[in-house]
């Protein structure tokens, strides 16, 4: 039996478009259609960002404290922070996340210690605060962040995504045309989106077979 051989099939994003319109039951004809249509794939991946997935978007970061000082600014790239370590003298010390009320009742947020706990604050610009304030310049805080997927730019790029997400951003954006361009079939295009985001979804998450707790560090 012969076979290809090869597992690199992908879509850009002018076939990307292209396939979305067959499924509409239209024709790519015009400038203006594959401009509505990028800019409705560029909704959706805003859309994705809100729905908390893209696995293949979180990142492992970090940044060294500063004595005295209790935040740090991340790149405007971050959605959110999943969870955070901090290490100090080669030992991992897992950071409590806080909700913003948790942090304003802090009375003395300038109070210098091992950090324990932090709040990020969700702005254009993350600003991730930590708490007691750091008590030296030589910690490093690891942190796992989910980042925005990259615009659709160039009509001959790839998406970034991973393959397992193509017939669902292609059902998507099928979707997000027939609300504008073929609005008999949104209840049909949505179910189809709806079912594959889901399959895509519950494929994204971490499968693990045994949770190990490590004992907590009292100092």
């Known amino acids: 039996m012969a076979t290809s051989g090869t597992t690199t099939f992908d879509l850009s994003v002018d076939e990307l478009i ?3 319109y067959e499924r509409c039951g239209l024709e ?13 794939l560029n909704l959706m991946i805003a859309e994705w960002g809100n729905r908390g997935l893209n696995q293949w978007l979180i990142t492992k970061n970090n940044f060294t404290v500063t004595e005295g000082t ?3 600014d991340l790149g405007t790239d971050i959605i959110d922070v999943t969870s955070a370590v901090l290490q100090k003298s080669d030992v991992d010390y897992q950071l409590e996340r806080i909700s913003r009320s948790d942090f304003l009742y802090i009375p003395n947020k300038t109070a210098k210690a091992r950090p324990t706990q932090f709040f990020l604050e969700r702005h254009i610009t993350p600003r991730f605060y930590m708490y007691p304030t750091p008590e030296n310049s030589t910690d490093v805080v690891y942190y796992y962040a989910l980042t ?3 615009d659709a730019g160039d009509y001959t790029n790839n998406m970034e995504t991973v393959f397992r997400f193509l017939p669902c951003m292609t059902s998507g954006l099928a ?8 609005p008999d079939r949104v209840a049909n295009l949505k179910a189809i989106y709806d079912e594959e ?3 895509a979804a519950f494929e994204d998450i971490d499968s693990v077979s045994s949770r190990f707790l490590p004992p907590r560090q009292v100092i």
């Open 148 to 150: 925005r997927m990259q």
């Open 18 to 20: 292209e396939e979305a």
């Open 197 to 199: 985001f889901d399959r």
């Open 175 to 182: 979707y997000y045309l027939a609300i504008k361009r073929a």
């Open 70 to 72: 209790n935040y740090v």
């Open 28 to 40: 790519l004809r015009t400038g203006y259609d594959l401009e509505t249509a990028r800019r409705s």
